[in-house]
């Protein structure tokens, strides 16, 4: 760099030399012109030569064959650490599958949806309080990502009527991304999972959703649980329910120590009634709720958000 300087004040000086050619008489003019003019093409050429360098400076400045350093606390001969599959992904995975084998199809959700899918669709009448209570974002052109994988729901009664009146029933699960604005702790965080269930047939009862659910927690768990319910609030479910399991004892669970899981209910008829499904002929039940709790219970993790923290540390207690 100093030399590049040196040389710029060098052309300058002969820049300001050139200019006395006018004070010279015409017949040394020639002589003095051509000698200052190959004094300035030498150091145009340095010039040249020195940028050149530094340039190519730069460029090796950035080793490609460098480590990368992804493999710090890993023997050196490591090229790179396999990677595995993100622990919610696994459990959502392992939750689907449970689901499957009881008869259940998948279908994923969406990341982002619209006032009808979130709230109208669901029977939250116009202007009802209950709309704030999920603190749902919002972009500036309107849509909603999602608050709830309730969102879902109508979708699903629509896509499946067809299997109604081919006198089968409906029988769905729908995992999926969910986000809330909330301030985050270590319960809450404004990203998390949850997973929807729908079953609709003429002659279901409230008693099959228990029984299903149940089925599925305690194959989750890998052992026999103490269910209980309690009465809830959703405008979407006509009586509405708080799904509780006793916490497993092999998990530190007490006697009479019970974890709210899901909330629950039979369908409105309002919102079998807007898919264009007769709530005379059939009926229903759903129930939503979060995966991470059920992870984190599952593992004892006291902190939803590790999921989200990318934690390098805390991902490869995963990695089987
Ligand atoms: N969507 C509700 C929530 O996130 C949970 C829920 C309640 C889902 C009742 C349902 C249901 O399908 O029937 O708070």
Not at 155 to 183: C, Q, S, T, W
Not at 251 to 269: A, Q, R, V, W
Not at 270 to 297: Q, T
Request: proline fraction near 4%; hydrophobic fraction near 35%.
């Amino acid at each position: 760099m100093q030399e590049l300087e040196k040389l710029k004040s060098e052309l300058k000086q002969v820049n300001l030399e050139a200019a006395k050619i006018r004070d010279l008489p015409v017949e040394e003019r020639a002589e003095f012109g051509k000698k200052i003019n190959a004094k300035r093409q030498k150091i145009l050429s340095d010039i040249q030569e020195v940028e050149r360098h530094l340039a190519d400076a730069a460029v090796d400045a950035i080793d490609v064959t460098a480590w990368c350093g992804i493999n710090e606390g890993l023997p050196e001969f490591y090229s790179c650490e396999a990677g595995s599959e993100h622990p919610l992904t696994a459990e959502i995975r392992r939750v689907a599958g449970i689901y499957r084998d009881l008869g259940f199809d998948v279908m994923e959700s969406k990341q982002l949806d619209d006032e009808f899918h979130m709230f109208d669709s669901l029977n939250f009448a116009k202007e009802h309080p209950a709309r704030d209570g999920y603190d749902t974002f919002r972009t500036e052109e309107g849509f909603i990502p999602p608050a709830h994988t309730s969102t879902m729901q109508h979708r699903v009664l629509k896509m499946y009527k067809p299997k109604l009146d081919e006198g089968k029933a409906i029988a769905v699960v729908v995992p999926g991304r969910v986000y809330r604005n909330e301030d985050v702790d270590a319960t809450h965080e404004h990203t998390f999972y949850q997973c929807e269930g729908v079953y609709v047939s003429k002659d279901c009862t409230m008693g099959n959703m228990l029984a299903i659910l149940r089925e599925f927690f305690e194959k989750y768990y890998e052992q026999k649980l103490e269910i209980r319910t309690q009465p809830g609030y959703f405008p979407f479910t006509e009586p509405s329910l708080e799904f509780l399991i006793e916490k497993p004892k092999s998990l530190g669970g007490k006697k009479g120590d019970y974890l709210e899981m899901l909330g629950c209910g039979m369908i409105h008829p309002n919102v079998l009634k807007m898919a264009g499904i007769n709530p005379e002929e059939y009926h229903g039940f759903a129930w939503g709720g979060g995966i991470d709790r059920l992870v984190m219970l599952r593992y004892g993790l006291m902190d939803v958000r590790y999921f989200e923290s990318g934690n390098l540390k805390f991902l490869r207690e995963f990695c089987k």
